[in-house]
């Protein structure tokens, strides 16, 4: 049986996740706003614009339309800066494993991302021609945990959304993949993605056996 197994980028291939804190608590620190990691948790799986209105609230600091703007600007321009340099070395450990496994069985290997610089850092890590579709936040409207970016990898794979597999760091992220009723496999601690259907803490412990029983099922 053919399955479509969709990955989130941020944390879950690469992660990224360490380059947009940087860029957005350059961003926060400017406003004179206390931007944490813990709060950085509150971004993930979030479009830039939601983001960077999460921020605003932290600090209880209002801006106008047009600041806003340049900020979000400023913010790709200094993370881009940090992407310069990446290569291979940024993918996740276990994950390039997986990906040449569903690779050699055949399956549909698609992105499911809000990044809107996906495209770049799957050339730049060199695992770009693994993807059979990309759909990132260029090619969407509504942000997780609305399911569009899900639904649409799974119709570009001309696969129908309860065959298709997904893989994520984020809360809204699984509740996007479970309300397009598609099986949720989270990527990182259980207690925070306790809505998806099986937790691993990487790539590392996902094995042969477990992707056989997802294509099987």
Known sequence: MKKAFIFDLDGVIVD?????FLA????????????????????????????????????NVQVSRADKDKMLIQKNEDYLSYLIDMDESEILPGVSKI??????????????????????ILEKTGILSYFDAIVDGNDVTNAKPDP????????????????????????????AANIAEMVSV????????????????????????????????
């Open 16 to 20: 990224t996740a360490k380059y947009h």
């Open 148 to 175: 569009e970016v899900f639904l649409k990898a799974a119709q570009l794979l001309n696969i129908e959304p309860k065959n298709a597999i997904v893989f994520e760091d984020s809360v809204a992220g699984i509740q």
């Open 186 to 217: 989270g990527i990182g601690e259980e207690t925070i993605l306790q809505e998806a259907d099986y937790v691993f803490k990487d790539f590392t412990f996902v094995d042969e056996n477990f992707i056989n029983r997802l294509i099987s099922q």
């Open 24 to 59: 957005w608590q350059k961003i926060a620190e400017a406003l004179n706003i206390n931007f944490t990691h813990e709060h950085n948790e509150l971004l993930k799986g979030v479009s830039r614009v939601r983001s960077l209105d999460i921020i605003l609230e932290l600090g």
């Open 99 to 120: 990906l040449k496994l569903l690779k050699d069985k055949n399956q549909g290997i698609a992105l499911g991302s809000a990044s809107k610089n996906a495209r770049p």
